[in-house]
């Protein structure tokens, strides 16, 4: 493959920073995004910790707490929650490397979405750099299954995810949807939805130290009747809470540390499940193989269709 027809990587073009509070801790937190060398990948600091034990990869081996969301743990037992939608946005972004400064112990949930991280790197700019861009390409279906949920990964051209969910609640009940991530679609089709939860649960939630700064701000709610979303402002799609399970599953397959091609289908799934999926995954070396990115409609969204006799040996 010439250098004309590869996909380089990605990072920011300039730092750009936030302040919000965490969904579980309810503690402000203040947030940077900066630009980082090629081959860095997504890596958190810790700023409140010292040393090298503040350094946080964003990958699928350090993801320790999975209870209402996926914490990363390094091996000296610093961690940062809640990554997945901030990593849903820069895997949506095409940004490949990215050094995240953090003052605390969960990444700020801000309205809920991606759609705010969206926005802070769109002001930031992309600019790509002097190295090729490679993908974890799918060569056959995976899956792991916990009692009536599931999730796979398949061989397919390009990234997708469908997901079904089925809800007692009437508010949700059944919801299915899928999208093929391309040019724009993470940005118009699920970067906006939010995180939901049901007002009966508030109060085990936060007994168990979790949803402590949750709130009508940040998550769709629904009553304790399981009928009415109580947010004022409604819902941003018919079928958010199922586009939040894609929105949630993208963030936590980005911790491949590289672009998936493959078709990813959820029942049910959450952040415990993706986990085991990508493990399930990297556990079969004949499951997969990384191969350059060549160019192709998905390019800008982060993924984009591989050369089909590119494959790289594993490692």
């Known amino acids: 493959m010439s250098e004309h027809t590869v996909i380089r990587q990605r990072t920011l073009k300039t730092a750009i920073g936030c302040t919000g509070i965490g969904l579980h801790s309810g503690a402000k937190v203040t947030m940077v995004l900066h630009p980082a060398e090629a081959d860095f990948g997504i890596q958190f600091k810790r700023t409140d910790i010292a040393g090298r034990g503040a350094i946080v990869p964003a990958l699928w081996s350090n993801v320790g707490d ?4 996926t914490c990363l743990v390094n091996e000296t037992g610093a961690q940062v929650g809640t990554v997945e939608h901030l990593m849903s946005a820069l895997a949506g972004s095409g940004i490949d490397n990215c050094l995240i400064e953090i003052n605390g112990a969960e990444v700020p949930v801000m309205d809920g979405s991606a759609a705010p991280f969206l926005f802070l790197i769109e002001c930031a700019g992309t600019v790509e750099q002097d190295a090729p861009r490679r993908a974890i390409r799918v060569l056959k279906r995976v899956t792991v299954t916990d009692g009536e949920k ?3 990964l398949s061989p397919a051209n390009g990234f997708s995810l469908r ?12 919801q299915e949807f899928f999208v093929a991530l391309s040019r724009g679609s993470f940005k118009s089709e699920i970067s906006r939805a939010r995180t939901f939860g049901f007002e009966q649960e508030v109060a085990m939630l936060r007994a168990h130290g979790l949803a402590r700064g949750g709130s009508l701000d940040n998550a769709v709610v629904i ?8 947010n004022d402002d409604g819902l941003r799609y018919g079928d958010e809470f199922v586009r939040h399970k894609i929105l949630d599953a993208v963030g936590d397959l980005s911790l491949a540390g590289a672009p998936i091609i493959g078709a990813f289908h959820g029942i049910r799934s959450g952040h415990a499940l993706n986990n085991q999926l990508l493990r399930a995954l990297f556990a079969d070396q004949t499951a997969w193989a990384y191969t350059p990115v060549a160019p192709g409609s998905a390019a800008a969204g982060g993924y984009a269709l591989p050369a089909p006799d590119a494959l790289v040996v594993n490692g």
């Open 66 to 69: 999975t209870r209402m969301n």
């Open 163 to 174: 997901f079904e969910i089925d809800f007692a609640s009437q508010a949700i009940a059944r």
């Open 150 to 152: 599931m999730a796979s």
């Open 223 to 230: 009553d304790s009747t399981g009928t009415k979303v109580l």
